[in-house]
């Protein structure tokens, strides 16, 4: 059987004009090579954004003719055919190793029961979605200034609404995850989701059902929406007026629909007393967490040194803290933050709410950081030990029917657990260590970089703040 063919780019409309690739904040070419980069892409040949794409999502919304540019990059990786690189295994729920089973033997029990009392998809009119990292951070979702919200329901055997596995061109899977939605969602009746993750409410409102036919017969909100609303309707009511210089990070997915999410989250923190500084992208021309970077060859040094240059760029504004209302973008930048040194306070909206109401939130990033970190530092010792988990791999089949997940192995749980002891011990945790751990990974990422865009004929950045510009 032939694989089928996805075509989800728009030629018909384009007129190679290459404005897409000049406003790309991770090619910037100038206005001529732009034009070659699109002709060549859409004709087949080689192309730089499949080497440096972040998934940002800032060619879709600034192409004059609605083409999709990012969705040629994804036709094009939609073809590699050598099955999922070993990294991919710590975002596969499939997968025995994945972060979500490792986190469940470091979480504290009140997570664990909220996780486990989320796994409950009894027929119910109104839910709010979790969300694939909302459960990475799943005490946001504890807050009592959320009271109101419909019954919590979730779990990672939903695969993130297929969010992140369509980001790497991996259609055949975003396709058997519509079908599970699709039964799942049915069953239950739903007619209305918040979705905790508005990135993930995004995927069900616009890219499942535009692009792989999902019929869902449910309205979609996003949790913010729903926030800003109890504010408005004053069923929130602020003690205080937070007087906080803040700037705002804005995800890919909130580029679509005209940026209405980004203006919403400005609404919410306005309405707190927060004074907003813009970073120097911005809404439709956001810079990426770094999640998104390691979509074209999945390495973690990518997404460390794309994060990194959007943590430098939320610092440079000199705001008190930062907002960051995608829940996959909060762990990412937390999780940079940690390493860089960084002490920019970083808030998910939720938060910023929950301390104009009085309340302090839980806050729990930093720590969760340091588990995943612990996760991570797993994933690379099985690597070096074992040439069999080295290895690419093919994920399995996704049935429509929820099946079980795989239990994390129990050796991956003592050596998870203990890496993690060590992380969280004084013997990382002073000021030392976390000074050199910061001193090397701003070296290693800065000149992984600048090794990178000389070896692809990028630009260097030409900015003196910037963290990669490199004097002389
Ligand atoms: S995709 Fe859009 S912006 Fe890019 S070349 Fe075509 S018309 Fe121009
Ligand atoms: S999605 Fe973003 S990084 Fe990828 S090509 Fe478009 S603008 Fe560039």
């Known amino acids: 059987m032939t694989a089928k063919t996805f075509r989800f780019f728009r030629e018909d409309l384009c007129t190679r004009c290459g404005d897409c690739f000049a406003a790309c904040p991770y090619l910037e070419l100038p206005p001529e090579e732009a034009k070659s980069e699109i002709s060549s892409l859409i004709d087949g040949g080689s192309s730089l954004a499949l080497e440096v794409c972040n998934t940002c999502h800032t060619c879709d919304a600034l192409c004059p003719e609605n083409a999709g540019p990012y969705e040629l990059v994804l036709e094009r990786w939609s073809k ?45 009119d109104e839910i709010c979605l979790t969300g694939f990292y909302t459960s990475v951070v799943p005490y946001i979702l504890q807050s009592k200034v959320l009271k109101g919200l419909p019954k919590i329901v979730g779990s990672e055997a939903l695969f993130g609404c297929a969010g992140d596995i369509y980001k790497t061109g991996s ?15 049915k069953e239950m009746g739903v007619k209305k989701v918040v979705a905790s993750m508005s990135a993930e409410g995004m995927v069900l409102s616009e890219i499942l059902p535009r692009r792989f036919g999902a019929k869902f017969a449910f309205e979609v909100e996003a949790l913010e929406t729903w926030l800003l609303r109890r504010l408005q309707e004053e069923k929130i009511k602020p003690l205080e007026s937070l007087d906080l210089t803040v700037t705002v990070h804005d995800n890919c997915l909130s580029k679509m629909q005209e940026g209405r999410l980004q203006e919403i989250n400005r609404k919410i923190v ?21 999640f998104g970077a390691a979509a074209a060859h999945y390495r973690v040094i990518d997404i460390m040194a794309s994060g990194y240059r959007r943590l430098k ?10 907002v960051i209302y995608c829940p996959a973008c909060l762990f990412i930048l937390t999780l940079i933050k940690v390493v860089a040194g960084s002490s920019l306070p970083l808030y998910h909206p939720v938060e910023l709410v929950e301390m104009a109401a009085g309340e302090k939130p839980l806050q729990r990033h930093e720590r969760r950081a340091w588990d995943m970190i612990a996760i991570i530092s797993n994933h690379l010792l099985k690597c070096a030990a074992s040439p069999a988990y080295r290895r690419p791999f093919k994920p399995a089949y996704i049935a429509p029917e929820i099946t079980p997940l795989p239990e994390l192995p129990r050796g991956d749980r003592r050596r998870t657990k203990a890496l993690a002891a060590f992380y969280h011990s004084p013997l990382v945790q002073n000021r030392l260590v976390r000074a050199l751990i910061s001193f ?14 000389r070896r692809l004929g990028l630009k260097l950045e030409s900015t003196p703040e910037h963290p990669f510009h490199q004097p002389g």
């Open 270 to 290: 306005r309405r707190l007393g927060c004074e907003i500084i813009e970073p120097r992208h911005t809404r439709e021309r956001s810079l990426c967490c770094g």
């Open 313 to 322: 760029e939320l610092e440079e504004t000199g705001a008190d803290a930062a």
């Open 80 to 124: 590699r055919d050598q099955g999922l690189p070993t990294t991919a295994r710590l975002v596969t729920p499939s997968e025995p190793c994945n972060i979500w089973s490792s986190l469940k033997a470091l979480m504290p029990a009140d997570e664990l029961s909220l996780l486990h009392s989320w796994d409950d998809f009894s027929p119910c």
């Open 440 to 453: 090397f990974f701003k070296r290693i990422v800065s000149s992984y970089d600048t090794r990178r865009k």
């Open 171 to 185: 259609f055949t899977m975003v396709e058997q995850i519509t079908r599970r939605l699709e039964k799942l969602f």
